[in-house]
């Protein structure tokens, strides 16, 4: 069964959870949230998850909950969805708004630098081939 990649906000927040801290019990997970959130809540939306095959269920009691697709697929599925929602297929859009952020440090903007360099050689190499 292929793995869908769009989740709600309210199981991306139990993913992340996950992939921040690992394999976690019902109760660690409650425990873990910044915010109120109800015990039967959380029960509900792992279940729903372990469902959806987003995260596994250990066999062990108490059991514990850890994901099953990376953080990286749920992101790569989101941002393509949202450049073609909102840019119309194109990535320059959305990377220009994310850089008109304030809070953008020096070294995010040399991190961002060296994945147009990295960008730059994958696209010369394509042609070259």
């Known amino acids: 069964m292929k793995k869908p990649t769009h989740v709600a906000p309210g199981d991306l927040e139990i993913l992340s959870l996950l992939w921040d801290r690992g394999p976690l019990t019902l109760a660690e997970a409650h425990e873990q949230f910044e915010r109120p959130l109800g015990y039967t809540t959380v029960q509900t939306r792992l279940n729903r998850l372990v469902d959806k095959g987003l995260v596994r269920r250990s066999k062990e009691r108490p059991a514990r909950y850890e994901a099953a697709v990376t953080r ?22 959305l990377v220009a708004r994310l850089l008109d952020d304030p809070h953008l440090s020096q070294s995010e903007i040399q991190e961002l630098r060296e994945l147009l360099e990295q960008a730059e050689a994958r696209v010369q190499q394509e042609r070259r081939t």
């Open 72 to 93: 990286e697929a749920i992101s790569g599925e989101a941002l393509r969805t949202l450049r073609e929602r909102v840019a119309g297929g194109s990535v320059v859009p």
